[in-house]
Structure formats: C-alpha cells, structure tokens
C-alpha cells in the first residue's frame, strides 16, 4: 500500500490548527503574567482600586439610623431615593430636602473638624464602592447640652386669671383688646375671656372646662409624634389667692421617649421652641426634654448612631 500524500486542503488544516494552538498557549501565558503582576504589584493595585488614607479627600454616600429608642429610624441621609421615600420611618426632626440637595459628601478622611470623629476616622482603610458600616457610641456621639434640658411635672397648673400688656396681646392675638371679646389661649388651646382692661393692662380669664382634652404641645391628631393629649383634670377658681388654678395631666409614658417632639412656650425666651421628648420617669411624676436650638437638634444629643457609608470616589492626598 502506498503512503498517503496530504492534499492542499489537508496541509492547510494542520496549518491552522498550529496557530490556533499557539494562540492559545500565548493567551494563557499572557493571562498568568496580568494576573502576578496585578497579585504583586502595588501600584497597579492601588490605581485600579485605591484605599482610603489618611489626608485623601473622600466622597461619599451615607445613611443614618439610630440603632436604638427606637431602632431603625433614618435621621439624616444624602441618597436621593431613601431621602424621599416617605415609606421609610424618618426621625423627628428629619428635614426632607430639595431633590437636588442630595450628593455626595466630601470630607478629608482622618482629619477633618466638622464630623463626629469615629466617622472620618472610619473610612480610612475603605475602597471605591466599598459599603461599611460605622457605628457610634453615644459618649463619641453628639453632646447633650445641659441648658436645653428641662423636666416638667405630669401634672400640670395653669392660673385662672392671667394679664397681659396691651402690646403683649396684640402680639399674642394679632388684634386689640376688647372686654368681653373671646379668643383661643395661646398655648392651652382653652377659650380666654378679656375680663376687663385697666389702663395697659388687660385682664384674661381662661373658661375651660372639666374633662376637656387638649394637645397643647402639638397636634398629634394629624401626625401622632407631634405632641400628645392632655386631660383638665381640675378646676379650683378661688386658689392662689382668688387667681385660681387649673389642672392639666399628660397622656405619655416612657414608651413614647424618643417618639414625641412638641413646641413647649418658652418663658425666658417669651417664645414656642421645639423639643424632643426624652423621658418620662412616673414614679416622679415628671417627664424630660430637650429643646433644640441653632445647628442643633436635641433628638441626637447623647444617643448612639449608625451610619451605612459607601465611599464613591478618592482623590489622594
């Protein structure tokens, strides 16, 4: 039998298949050379994925819980689509913002001034899109500010009679005194008589009456963590010297810490001042809140906190 002579067609198969195998082989040995010098190479590890150190200005995206009292509710966030989702419980005193507001925050890790510390120093060590959580303890958290702090009894008293200036009520009312006429008191929610007027003085008579349910620090009829009701509870027009005396009891227990704010009148400030309210301790018959103030808001005060932080972007110190 004779040796069989490869065709044209034959020899061109052989051909090709010798390359395609070459390709394959310089393929492999291309991916293993990539794969050690991306494994041993800092510098290309550090372009491709850069680690947060300290000094680099980091972007991020943030959303803050309380982790506690109750846990779960979002205080602050700058991610546009939790920020306006109203199916998700927000703190008290969150502040919905313009959808434009929310992007990203920048700040320089490890070092900047105007954070809580434990959260710049948090993202040192994180890398673009990584997700970390952070949490703090309430001793690193936001202070609590002694002045703003008042306890007020469960049961309250308020005078019969009370007078005013001229200029008060006209403030007050945002009209002038007429004996006889009738207004709403300007915290108690009660009708008021003006009783008389004497000079610049103007005589005011509160008319409630026993059983009447009033919600004097908010209205909780519309969002039931604004304020809360109070009951009069007494009536006694010849206390205190004929003044008289009226008795106020509020509805809270210590269940409703941290999940009631309120506008509470201020007598030093002569004004409405918004507070949280942060505990209610009836053994002694009292509650506590805080009130807020400039750049600050007391439902933060000496509470711990979490923040879910994904750093966005680095720029390199």
Known sequence: MSERIPSGNDSSLLTNAKVTTLLI????????????????????????YPFVEIGDMVYADYVGYFPTHPGGWIFDTNKRAIGLDDSLTKSLFNVKRDPKDYTPLNFSAGTAKNFLRPFVDGVVGMMVTQTKGIYISAEDGYPIDPEGIVHISLILTAPVIQNLTVTQFQT?????????????????????????????KVIMQSEPYLGQIISSYGNPESDPRDGWYQKVIGINASADGGIGQIKVQNFITAQDVYQKKGQNYDEKLAALRWFTLIGVDEAKGEFTIIYNAENYVGELAGRPLYFEVTVTKILKA
Do not use: C, Q
């Open 172 to 200: 007050t009312y945002e009209s002038n005194p007429v004996t006889g006429m009738v207004v709403r008191h300007y915290f108690w929610e009660w009708d008021t008589r003006v009783k008389g007027i004497e000079g610049d």
């Open 25 to 48: 082989v310089s393929l492999l040995v291309s991916i293993v050379t990539i794969g050690y010098v991306t494994a041993t190479s800092n510098s290309v590890s550090t372009e491709l």
